[in-house]
């Protein structure tokens, strides 16, 4: 059987994952969040009905966002449009392929549909992007057919913790095996819960071979600076702007930051005069139940 | 020595083109202030978000910078970078198009001409001799643009289905796909013999 990661429209999917680079997606609930997104310099935006901190706070089921006011965000922009189903909730994701959004995020954030299996991806034209802690779920992600990786962090949080850790998980993960030997390899999949291929081809590569995102807690231009000086290669957004008391200029200052990410004096320059950050709550004072990153494996 | 190829990188899949460069044997440099664009003999302006790139070009004060670039050095635009480059953008349902391209290329052309991701598509391209050998071009097309007028001084280089997807002016070079996806590295060589005044 033909490897599915390597036909045409697995690289069309990565193209557009390419093209979102050294950017900033931001969570939006209306159209005009998004139009705000889009003039401040966001390069894609995520639909949902409520942010996550909004969800942390109402608690009930998160399901997928309504179609219709997907739709409205698609008419207000013309920058790629994503949207979340619940993990293993593929007829939520037929629902987007066939509203033609450009991203699908099998996310943490909403309440989980499966908690077995996640969605097969490359049944999907659609590009998916995953959440991971680790090496050893962004390969089993890749492997269902992800096009895109970002970190789980604590979505809705604000707290960078969370988001660090599993960044310098991943890298520290990647760094262990360009350094192991090939007969060790397989040892190390197994360790991993992860696709023998795809070890093997991380090890060669010394990268994962979807771009690797950062998410989950990133509430100022300062920790949007230190998920790239990480190796983020571009950060989602989620409460940490419209949450925040003055979004446009936050979201802004937040392109910024990406952009110039390795030039502090640039960082300080867009960190001025901003208002205040989101509030947030501190992961470490969390209960095990109100985390969302555990959910799916 | 000659001046680096520099790669306009405020976003996007800028690195792709330094991949494409680097299996050239050439360096390049990254470009994201306007006293940047000294130190480099040709310029990419990569595959990203048009809206985004174009914002971040005003805000970094390179729109005039790279206007006299491109009237006196080379200029190769992909897709968003083709759009950064065009005269006017056409828009049926917007009257406000947010960004003002930067009028590098006598062309306009319609963003996400071809519709959303799921119309993204891969297709093989007669280029002639460009580049070197004959072969079609493996060109990938992602939430593509169309060009939908040239000027008299524009020259077709390739076509899909009829329409140009390929088009030069002097030595400002403007694809509405992504060579830089694929490893046929054609178009990075071409523009490097006119970096290197070939």
């Known amino acids: 059987m033909e490897n599915p990661r390597n036909s045409e429209l697995f690289g069309q999917k990565i193209g557009l994952a390419e093209m979102l680079k050294g950017g900033v997606i931001m969570d939006v609930t209306d159209a005009t969040q998004a139009k705000v997104a889009e003039e401040a310099g966001a390069v894609a935006v995520m639909a949902l009905e409520r942010i996550p901190s909004q969800i942390r706070a109402d608690g009930g089921i998160a399901r997928m966002s309504s179609p219709g006011m997907i739709r409205e965000i698609q008419n207000e922009v013309s920058i790629p449009v994503m949207a979340k189903v619940r993990i293993g909730h593929f007829a939520e994701a037929q629902i987007l392929e066939a509203l033609g959004v450009d991203f699908i995020d099998e996310s943490e954030v909403l309440t989980p549909a499966d908690e077995k299996n996640h969605v097969y991806k490359h049944d999907f034209k659609v590009p998916f992007v995953c959440g991971c802690r680790n090496l050893g779920e962004a390969l089993r992600r890749i492997g269902e057919g992800a096009a895109m990786m970002r970190t789980k962090g604590e979505a809705g949080s604000g707290d960078i913790v969370e988001a660090v850790r599993h960044m310098r998980e991943v890298t520290e993960g990647i760094r262990r095996l360009t350094q192991l030997r090939e007969d060790e390899l397989m040892a190390e999949a197994k360790n991993l819960g992860a696709p023998f291929e795809l070890v093997r081809e991380v090890a060669q590569l010394g990268k994962l071979p979807v771009p690797n995102f950062a998410a989950g807690g990133i509430a100022t231009p300062a920790d949007a600076a230190l998920m790239m000086q990480l190796g983020a290669e571009t950060v989602f957004v989620g409460s940490g702007i419209f949450a925040s008391n003055d979004p446009a200029p936050r979201a802004k200052a937040v392109v910024e930051a990406v952009t110039y990410y390795d030039d502090p004096k640039k960082v300080l320059e867009v960190s001025m005069e901003l208002g205040e950050a989101m509030k947030g709550r501190a992961v470490n004072e969390m209960g095990e139940d109100e985390k969302m990153a555990g959910r799916g494996w | ?198």
């Open chain 2, 1 to 198: 020595m000659k001046p680096p190829v520099g790669i306009l990188t405020l976003q996007g899949d800028y690195e792709k083109h330094r991949q494409a460069f680097e299996a050239l044997g050439v360096e390049t440099f990254g470009v994201r202030r306007a006293e940047e664009l000294e130190q480099v003999s040709g310029l990419v302006l990569p595959g990203g978000e048009s809206t985004t790139l174009t914002r971040l070009v005003d805000r970094a004060g390179m729109r005039e910078p790279l206007r006299r670039f491109a009237s006196e050095l080379p200029v190769m635009g992909t897709c968003a970078g083709l759009i950064m480059m065009a005269r006017s953008l056409v828009d049926e349902d917007r009257e406000d198009y947010g960004v003002e391209p930067l009028g590098l290329l006598d062309c306009d052309v319609r963003r996400n001409g071809y519709g959303r991701q799921i119309d993204s598509f891969t297709a093989a391209l007669e280029i002639g001799g460009w580049g070197g050998g004959k072969v079609p071009f493996p060109a990938v097309f992602i939430r593509a643009p169309r060009i939908t007028r040239i000027g008299p001084d524009v020259e077709i280089v390739a076509e899909h289905q009829g329409e140009p997807v390929a088009i030069r002016q002097g030595r400002i070079l403007g694809l509405t796909f992504h060579p830089e996806l694929t490893r046929d590295v054609r178009f990075h060589r071409a523009f490097l013999d006119w970096v290197h005044g070939n």
